[in-house]
């Protein structure tokens, strides 16, 4: 009778169940090291994209006053239900993108997203397009001119429709688009409105229309946002170095911080 031999030929022997819980261990442990880097670096990515779409869609911009008497686009033509479809700035200026629509959806945007307590998927449209522009001084239509206006430190600032691009002080300076969230409601969510710009939680209006710090990230209040600038280039923002800290409707003084970035004239100066 062949004698019963335990250990596996050649000398070895297999793993025993500690060994392999050790393992699974040592495993779990670097996978939870680097899940963090590995999806801070999907982040980051996915910001690059929406920074390159940025810089896309500003330069389109010049295109387009390049062929319009050096004048922006509109923010939307007029209020007829169709043209927030088919009649906004960026249908204006997607014929320079040779129509790729694709460059004006930020990929941080996949499937429905909630902001602010506001559930939005993204599309093409002056509602949903996630991008907002900086209708307040560059053109308000189909706001009439001067239908807002704030007193503020003894500066008018009035809504206003037709800005030429030469006449923006400092290019570099001046916004065009940036990433923006849908408004209470949706509707009309493709502007930057610098009255109602606030990101400070509970703001006086309670629009939030400023660079939206909260999509990239990972939807809490807070982080950088994405900004496109006249003169072409585009880069990330936090909140305290590109939106007024209180709600320019106000009044307030305090609202005339970083308002520099918003008004082409930069009335309050360097503030």
């Not at 319009?68 to 088919?86: E, I, K, M, R, Y």
């Not at 014929?95 to 629509?101: E, I, K, L, R, V």
């Not at 093409?124 to 053109?139: H, I």
């Not at 493709?190 to 990972?218: C, F, K, Q």
Request: overall charge negative; charged content about 15%.
């Amino acid at each position: 009778m062949k004698p019963n031999n335990s250990t596996p030929p050649h000398g070895r022997r297999a793993f025993t169940l500690i060994e392999l819980l050790v393992v699974i261990a040592i495993i779990a442990i670097l996978a939870a090291m680097l899940l963090p880097a590995l999806a801070a670096a999907k982040g980051k990515a996915v910001r690059i994209s929406c920074l390159n779409n940025l810089k896309q869609i500003t330069l389109f911009s010049q295109m387009y006053t390049d062929d319009n008497q050096d004048v922006f686009p509109v923010a939307l033509n007029s209020t007829s239900p169709g043209d927030v479809f088919s009649n906004w700035w960026g249908s204006a200026i997607i014929g320079f993108s040779q129509n790729q629509s694709n460059l004006f959806h930020c990929a941080a945007v996949s499937g429905t997203i909630t902001e602010n307590g506001v559930a939005w998927a993204w599309s093409f449209n002056f509602n949903t397009v996630g991008y907002g522009y900086n209708s307040f001084f560059l053109d308000c239509s189909p706001n009439a001119p001067a239908s807002e206006v704030d007193m503020i430190a003894g500066n008018v600032y009035k809504c206003a429709a037709g800005t030429k691009r030469s006449a923006i002080l400092h290019s570099s300076d001046c916004l065009v688009f940036g990433d923006k969230q849908p408004k209470p409601g949706v509707l009309d969510s493709g502007s930057l409105w610098w009255s109602h710009a606030s990101m400070v939680r509970p703001s006086l209006t309670g629009e939030y229309e400023g660079i939206d710090t909260i999509r990239h990230n990972n939807l809490k209040w807070g982080g950088v946002g994405n900004v496109g600038f006249s003169d072409g280039h585009a880069e990330g923002r936090k909140d305290s170095d590109i939106n007024p800290p209180v709600d320019p409707k106000g009044g307030a003084t305090q609202s005339l911080v970083n308002s520099h970035y918003w008004d082409p004239s930069e009335r309050a100066g360097g503030l």
